[in-house]
């Protein structure tokens, strides 16, 4: 087997895709046929208890409240080392946050980050953010539940440059309520010496990196992921930004989506393929 340790010269072949919160993987539906089309196998796999449909974790929320940073990161470390060779991780917003922390444990090819969350050490807060979290963060009680959003407050959070009205039809697809402890715990990673979103910014064999932000995203903004993409920089290994500035949090299910998944794509080959096969591709 393929060693899961540091960059590759090996071309992957496999395509991990990291959901947020709030969401499922139903979220990645329209990438998965997508990237298969192009020859990859790619998995999108639920956080542990999450392998029932939304509609069922909507009726049963216990398994949502369960959830802990490490506890997901572990999740996926162990299906990724599972693999034959490392795989492509493109994670959106917490996803994005468990890419950099996967990333940081050794594991994968590369790594592309949408609307990502923050890692310990980003001090970036918006007000928006702030809107976005407060149906979270309003009451402590939250941090032991699963806390879901209104179809306003989703609208305002993650399709904010659609209507109330088209905002709707994709609230009922795809929100669920999200764990209360994975956003405290995510809040207050700066006041905690062992928090579980630590990463190493200074890690000279991590592979490559990808942040993609939207330019009206109100759940992270451009300036958080600004601030993971400098920090990422320190470790001097490849790390690069795009921005599009007309998108909402929600781009890996709104209109236009096929750019942004082309995108990660063609980058992620352009920078874990061998040097002789290098292909023509955005490199940021």
Same mark, same amino acid.
């Given at each position: ?7 590759t010269?090996?071309? *992957?072949?496999t395509? &991990?895709? $990291?959901?947020? %919160?709030w ?5 990645w !539906? @329209?990438?998965v046929?997508r990237?298969e089309s ?8 639920a956080? *542990?208890?999450f392998? &029932?449909e $939304?509609e069922? %974790?909507?009726e049963?929320p216990?398994?949502? !409240? @369960?959830?802990?940073i490490d506890g997901?990161a572990?999740h996926?470390e162990a299906?990724?080392r599972?693999?034959d060779?490392?795989p ?5 917003s917490?996803?994005g946050t ?7 444990r050794?594991v ?8 990502s969350a923050?890692v310990k050490?980003?001090?970036v807060?918006k007000?928006?953010q702030?809107r976005s979290f407060?149906?979270?963060l309003?009451n402590?009680?939250?941090r032991?539940q ?6 306003k407050?989703?609208?305002y ?11 709707q039809p ?7 309520p999200?764990?209360g402890r994975i ?6 990673a700066n006041?905690?010496p062992?928090?579980?979103a ?8 991590r592979a490559?990196l990808l ?9 992270n903004?451009?300036a958080?992921n600004?601030?993971n993409?400098?920090?990422q920089?320190k470790s001097?290994?490849v790390?690069?930004y795009?921005e599009f500035?007309d998108?909402p949090?929600f781009?890996?299910?709104?209109a236009?989506w ?5 995108l990660a794509?063609?980058w992620a080959?352009?920078?874990?393929a061998?040097?002789?096969v290098k292909q ?5």
């Amino acid at each position: 087997m393929t060693s899961n340790n540091g960059p590759t010269q090996v071309a *992957p072949d496999t395509i &991990v895709l $990291v959901h947020g %919160l709030w969401i499922t993987p139903r979220a990645w !539906e @329209k990438w998965v046929p997508r990237y298969e089309s192009q020859g990859f196998r790619v998995l999108a796999p639920a956080y *542990p208890g999450f392998e &029932v449909e $939304v509609e069922a %974790l909507r009726e049963d929320p216990s398994p949502i !409240e @369960k959830q802990t940073i490490d506890g997901i990161a572990d999740h996926y470390e162990a299906i990724i080392r599972g693999l034959d060779k490392p795989p492509i991780i493109i994670g959106h917003s917490f996803g994005g946050t468990l890419t950099q922390l996967l990333l940081d444990r050794g594991v994968g090819a590369a790594g592309v980050c949408l609307n990502s969350a923050v890692v310990k050490g980003i001090r970036v807060v918006k007000l928006s953010q702030l809107r976005s979290f407060f149906t979270v963060l309003d009451n402590p009680a939250h941090r032991h539940q699963a806390v879901g959003f209104t179809p306003k407050q989703f609208h305002y959070s993650f399709t904010n440059t659609l209507s109330e009205e088209e905002s709707q039809p994709l609230y009922d697809r795809y929100h669920i309520p999200a764990p209360g402890r994975i956003i405290w715990d995510g809040v207050l990673a700066n006041f905690s010496p062992n928090s579980p979103a630590k990463v190493d910014f200074k890690k000279t064999d991590r592979a490559p990196l990808l942040f993609i932000a939207g330019g009206n995203d109100h759940v992270n903004p451009a300036a958080v992921n600004k601030s993971n993409y400098k920090h990422q920089q320190k470790s001097g290994g490849v790390t690069n930004y795009v921005e599009f500035a007309d998108r909402p949090h929600f781009m890996p299910a709104l209109a236009d989506w096929e750019s942004i998944a082309d995108l990660a794509l063609a980058w992620a080959v352009n920078h874990t393929a061998p040097a002789d096969v290098k292909q023509l591709a955005p490199t940021a």
